[in-house]
């Protein structure tokens, strides 16, 4: 044994040679990367300046097209009840409240529910003065039926009470009474863009894009569940409200914040 070990000693060993980097781009100590980006260069200063200088860009082009977006809505100093709006929409309108197999519904005009008629349940007729309130936000109120004589006030504050829909503070309580008309505040840019985060709302493209909650960029619909600027978008959360994920929770976001995004639309 003593033998072998003199031998293997004096062995002559070669010195060891440093692996050069494969180019002078990189360092001799380079940065951490992940297992994906491993193999490829290593961002430079001026790269990386550059990738902040235009995230910075894309939040000030954000924040430019929200402050000059106007609010179309005017509201009311008052605001009528929906037994109210209901009566001059049977009066005005032709619509009726029918009685089916012990429930009453509420029915657009010409829609009688009877046998063979082709109505369909949240679009002719629906169960409650709210559903029908959201789905005349949406579409939009028809024609004025020919005799009708609501004055220009009366069908003002029709449609006043129509396009709050949306707004959850803006609904009757438990006894059927309005609300008093909330003091509305327009919310900050990064307010605004935080909260519709929070519901699940998904901006792409450098914020030049905003799906819905729930949305893939494939497959999504311009004007339905993807829009290319943010008036379109608070167009749509104005006529069908403010969507959420399923996973949110109703909590997300405070009374005050809610209120703030839905009288902006």
């Not at 109505?119 to 629906?126: E, G, M, P, Q, V």
């Not at 409200?241 to 929770?249: I, R, Y």
């Amino acid at each position: 044994r003593l033998l072998l070990d003199l031998y293997i000693a004096a062995t002559p060993v070669e010195t060891f040679k440093r692996i050069l980097p494969p180019s002078g781009e990189i360092n001799e100590i380079t940065p951490k990367r992940t297992m994906r980006n491993r193999s490829g260069p290593v961002a430079t200063t001026d790269q990386r300046t550059f990738v902040m200088q235009k995230q910075t860009s894309n939040h000030k082009t954000y924040r430019m097209e929200f402050e000059n977006l106007k609010i179309l809505r005017t509201f009311p100093t008052r605001l009528i009840s929906s037994q109210e709006a209901f009566s001059t929409l049977v009066s005005s309108y032709n619509f009726r409240l029918v009685e089916r197999e012990g429930q009453e519904y509420y029915c657009l005009p010409d829609v009688t529910l009877a046998e063979g008629e082709d109505s369909i349940l949240c679009r002719d007729y629906f169960k409650t003065v709210q559903d029908m309130r959201e789905n005349l936000c949406a579409l939009g109120l028809p024609p004025i039926a020919k005799g009708a004589k609501a004055g220009d006030v009366v069908i003002e504050e029709l449609e006043s009470w129509v396009l709050c829909a949306h707004i959850t503070a803006l609904r009757d309580d438990a006894e059927g009474r309005p609300p008093d008309m909330p003091c509305f505040v327009r919310p900050k840019p990064k307010q605004a863009r935080d909260w519709l985060k929070t519901l699940g709302y998904t901006f792409r493209d450098n914020f030049h894009m905003v799906l819905l909650p729930g949305a893939v960029c494939h497959g999504s619909e311009p004007g339905v569940d993807r829009f290319d600027n943010l008036r379109d978008l608070f167009d749509h959360v104005a006529r069908f409200g403010l969507k959420a994920n399923s996973m949110v929770s109703d909590l997300s976001l405070t009374t005050e914040n809610r209120l703030m995004l839905e009288g902006f639309a």
